[in-house]
């Protein structure tokens, strides 16, 4: 099962909005509505932000959304702060009952 | 509250083998599903597997199959995952982390292995 496609990194300007993108097949994103996005900080484990595609677990901001459009699903964050400086994973069911990761994607706020 | 709490981090030899704990706790565990997931330092998240600690069913990640086992002792609220023949490749942080609607909502805080001559 080959790893999800994303960027390498993006950066955006507090305030501002930014998309983060996630390409899979149609085994995994395209054929699935579980797809999940984690955020981790240095030294920290991952939290969950979005799961079933557009699902904000209990205590995630309203900023963080995602999406989902054929094999490619996105997150994007509003009013981007500087405290959502961190990586971003995707993550996706797939067809062989197993789960594949993002490459990840590093934020900068600038 | 949720806890996921890990084994201390290891040092092992090239050809050895690592057996990682992860006991839980306010949760019922025969309730959920538990993956397992690693790190290497420097690079992104990768998926190893998934234990249903009720029914002890198992799947790996393809990359794992026949080196990595995964088991559950509900008595004691705790699985394990053991990697054997570790290189230095498998050098990572791994982590267990619950399964929530086939995402994972709680983590452990990671336990670092340390593959080294």
């Known amino acids: 099962q080959s790893a999800l496609t994303q960027p390498a990194s993006v950066s955006g300007s507090p305030g501002q909005s930014i998309t983060i993108s996630c390409t899979g097949t149609?085994?995994?994103?395209?054929?699935?509505?579980?797809v999940s996005w984690y955020q981790q900080h240095p030294g920290k484990a991952p939290k969950l932000m979005i799961y079933g595609v557009t699902n904000r677990p209990s205590g995630v901001s309203h900023r963080f959304s995602g999406s989902k459009s054929g094999n490619t699903a996105s997150l994007t964050i509003s009013g981007l702060q500087a405290e959502d400086e961190a990586d971003y994973y995707c993550?996706?069911?797939?067809?062989?009952?197993?789960?594949?990761f993002g490459g990840g994607t590093k934020l900068t706020v600038l | 509250q949720v806890q996921l709490v890990q084994s201390g981090a290891e040092v092992k030899k090239p050809g050895a083998s690592v057996k990682i704990s992860c006991k839980a706790s306010g949760f019922t565990l025969t309730s959920y599903h538990m993956h397992w997931v690693r790190q290497a330092p420097g690079q992104g998240l990768e998926w190893m597997g998934i234990?249903?600690?009720?029914?002890?069913?198992?799947n790996y990640a393809q990359n794992f199959q026949g080196r990595v086992t995964m088991t559950g002792d509900t008595s004691t609220t705790t699985v394990y995952m053991e990697v054997n023949s570790l290189t230095s490749e498998d050098t990572a942080v791994y982590y267990c982390?619950?399964?929530?609607?086939?995402?994972?909502?709680?983590w452990g805080q990671g336990t670092l292995v340390t593959v080294s001559s």
């Open positions: 982390a619950r399964d929530f609607h086939w995402s994972t909502d709680y």
């Open positions: 993550s996706s069911y797939t067809s062989s009952d197993t789960w594949v």
């Open positions: 149609s085994s995994d994103v395209g054929g699935y509505y579980y």
């Open positions: 234990i249903k600690p009720r029914d002890d069913q198992i």
